[in-house]
């Protein structure tokens, strides 16, 4: 059967996952954009009734139209991976490194370091009544779309009405924003410190830990290691650009304890910095070298990070 390819991932089609798992599903063919002329709708196959565990085919990347029988029979053989299934999510089985990475002395799970809320689902933007200037009855806000990896969004302000209710102190102090959708981590630290509220299509992250500041925690989320930790772990969805990124698979992942990494800490917070006002691949590369330092990769697994996060980039 042939559907619309949301339920794979929405946090509102558990149920459906669950009572398709329990159906026999066996093989999954996510297709994407481009299968209906006409239609902007990513679509996927799905097959029930086959034993042997459940097969992912990621052919979101091929072109559509020129598909034929044969070759898209050839293609599935080709890309197919084993997916695991936790209850109502679905997930690619981690790397051997990414087993190994998880396993590390000296490092802590994200929950115990960090805090990720989403932006407000209240905050209404009409692009006609956003303003450059503050003026009587508004309030700032972050125009998230403006927003990149190591770049920090603009501010503008909108009438209060558009967002009646909201947690000033969820919007105020350091923070880091990450986008929302996707398959990497992009993020940049909020430039005021001040009050400026989040749209949900943002997650707003805080430091919980006085020893890891905005720019160090940035940096991690920033580097391409944990892009790729993310993406070869049990909720990551690699290639799925319109996924929204798992809270729950964001705490999963391991980060260095602070007490046990102050030099290189400190050296990746100056990076981040540098990086926010300017630029440079020297920079980027460097802040990537000591991420791989810390968590003790070898050239042939530092060459498998950088060959499945090629697309990660300074933008």
Same mark, same amino acid.
């Given at each position: ?119 407000? !689902? ?48 969820? !919007? ?26 989040? !749209? ?41 650009? !319109? ?73």
């Amino acid at each position: 059967m042939i559907v619309p390819n949301t339920w794979l991932t929405l946090p509102r089609y558990a149920d459906v996952r669950r009572l398709l798992l329990g159906s026999g599903l066996s093989s999954i063919v996510d297709l994407g954009f481009g299968v209906f002329r006409g239609l902007n709708v990513p679509s996927a196959i799905f097959i029930s009734g086959l034993a042997g565990g459940l097969l992912y085919a990621d052919l979101k990347g091929l072109r559509k139209q020129s598909l034929t029988e044969e070759s898209l029979d050839a293609a599935v053989r080709s890309s197919r991976r084993r997916l695991s299934a936790n209850g109502g999510d679905f997930g690619f089985r981690p790397t051997a490194l990414a087993k190994r990475l998880s396993a590390l002395r000296g490092f802590v799970r994200g929950d115990q370091l960090f805090k990720v809320s989403e932006g407000e !689902h209240a905050l209404r933007v009409e692009r006609e009544e956003v303003s450059e200037e503050s003026g009587p009855g508004t309030f700032p806000f972050i125009l998230d779309w403006t927003a990149g990896r190591f770049a920090p969004p603009r501010l503008a302000f909108l009438p209060s009405a558009r967002c009646l209710k909201f947690s000033a102190a969820l !919007h105020a102090g350091p923070r880091v924003i990450l986008r929302k959708t996707g398959d990497q981590l992009v993020s940049s630290v909020c430039p005021v410190r001040g009050l400026a509220v989040a !749209h949900q299509n943002v997650y707003v992250v805080k430091s919980l830990d006085a020893r890891l500041c905005v720019h160090a925690l940035q940096a991690l989320l920033g580097s391409k290691l944990l892009t790729y930790l993310y993406r070869t772990g049990p909720l990551g969805q690699p290639g799925r650009m !319109h996924a929204q990124l798992r809270i729950k698979g964001l705490y999963a992942l391991l980060f260095p304890r602070p007490e046990n990494f102050r030099a290189e800490l400190k050296e990746i917070e100056g990076i981040s910095e540098s990086l926010h006002e300017e630029k440079t691949v020297g920079a980027w590369a460097r802040l990537n070298r000591i991420v791989y330092e810390m968590y003790g990769l070898t050239r042939k697994e530092i060459a498998e990070v950088e060959a499945r996060t090629a697309d990660v980039i300074l933008r």
